[in-house]
Nanobody, 125 residues
Framework: QVQLVESGGGLVQAGGSMRLSCAAS????????MGWFRQGPWKEREFVAA????????EYGDSANGRFTISRDNTKNTVYLLMNSLKPEDSAVYYC??????????????????WGQGTQVTVSV
């Protein structure tokens, strides 16, 4: 069983940057593919980014492509999401998630077995 804890959220001005972290414990982190999702008010959970077990393959959702970067450090059991050029519409609760097929990237939330509690990101105009 993997426990995931996100951090790094908060308030940022439009155009600014923010880095989210997700620390994993209780499992073999390096065997999991990791993903980031977000959910804004009155919206469905949206895929943001995913990374394979080695960090060699990544995939991004349309809203993130070109502005966000997912990375991981298996020595620290942590996955990161660097967000640049933030917009007010990026405001949401951001969740990290994990699944055990480390070589496969999924964009569907229901493919992920483990979830963090989420961290709020608010982008002001």
């Amino acid at each position: 069983q993997v426990q995931l804890v996100e951090s790094g959220g908060g308030l940022v001005q439009a155009g600014g940057s923010m880095r989210l972290s997700c620390a994993a414990s209780g499992g073999t982190f390096s065997s999991y593919s990791m993903g980031w999702f977000r959910q804004g008010p009155w919206k469905e959970r949206e895929f943001v980014a995913a990374i394979n077990w080695r960090g060699s393959i990544t995939e991004y959702g349309d809203s993130a492509n070109g502005r966000f970067t997912i990375s991981r450090d298996n020595t620290k059991n942590t996955v990161y999401l660097l967000m640049n050029s933030l917009k007010p519409e990026d405001s949401a609760v951001y969740y990290c998630a994990a699944h055990g097929q480390g070589h496969v990237l999924y964009t569907e939330a229901d493919r992920y077995a483990f979830w963090g509690q989420g961290t709020q990101v608010t982008v002001s105009v």
